[in-house]
């Protein structure tokens, strides 16, 4: 079965600096989807990039970025420059078959002023 | 509308109650989702509609559970006799056809719902 693993329930970066969240999971399958979203405390999950694991280029998207690692089945989202909007609630989900999503358990990210 | 919508915000019932949840996705959306995210955990899928095909209910986690969606728009998820456990929020959340192969959804802000 497919499985999706945030390892880090907390991060906490300095504003403007860099910091990376990491996500594995687990999957037979060799086309598939990838999705960080993010959820801030008004509750709403908003995507914030997706890869497509055909797909060698990593996907980017402003200060978001990814670094997908298919044979290690690693997708880390990497955020630069931390603004304190970055503040919320992360997870990572994969897309099985034409609709099912599986999700992480999701990772704190604290931005510091 | 403009983005997906959700009522009530939050609910407090007693146990034993039943309650109703509403979801009004996106005009034109035609894959509808309903999630629980119980207080820091990811989310469990619940059901998922699409167009007038039967719903795929395979996470709706008891027979107190149900959902609907009428003329293909509008969801309202039943939860019958309330209990404790069920507390957690509920995410609804559409997307185009099956948003494509691509997957991308937008949820609504849920509805937290409190069971004592």
Redesign the interface.
């Known amino acids: 079965a497919q499985t999706v693993t945030q390892s880090q329930p907390e991060m906490s970066v300095q504003e403007a600096e860099t910091v990376t969240l990491s996500c594995t999971y687990d999957t037979s399958e060799s086309d598939y989807y990838l999705f960080w979203y993010k959820q801030p405390p008004s509750r709403q999950m908003i995507l914030v990039i997706r890869q497509e694991a055909y797909k060698q280029q990593n996907a980017t998207e402003n200060r978001f970025s990814v670094n997908f690692q298919k044979a290690a089945k690693s997708f880390s989202l990497k955020i630069s420059d931390s603004q304190l909007g970055d503040a919320a609630m992360y997870f990572c989900a994969y897309k099985r078959g034409n609709y099912q999503l599986i999700w992480g358990a999701g990772t704190k990210l604290i931005i510091k002023p | 509308g403009a983005g997906v919508s959700q009522s009530p915000s939050n609910k407090v019932t007693e146990k034993g109650k039943d309650v109703e949840l509403r979801c009004d996705p996106i005009s034109g959306h035609t894959?509808l989702?309903w999630y629980r995210q119980s207080l820091?955990?990811?989310?469990e899928?619940l059901i998922?509609f699409?167009g007038n095909s039967a719903p795929?209910k395979s996470g709706l986690p008891s027979d107190r559970f149900s959902a609907e969606r009428t003329g293909g728009s509008v969801s309202t998820l039943t939860i019958q006799r309330t209990q404790q456990e069920d507390s957690a929020?509920y995410?609804c959340?559409s997307s185009f056809l099956?948003?494509g192969?691509?997957?991308?959804?937008f949820?609504?802000?849920?509805s937290?719902l409190t069971v004592l």
């Open positions: 894959a989702y820091g955990q990811g989310l899928f998922y699409q795929d929020v995410l959340a099956s948003g192969a691509a997957g991308e959804l949820f609504g802000e849920g937290r």
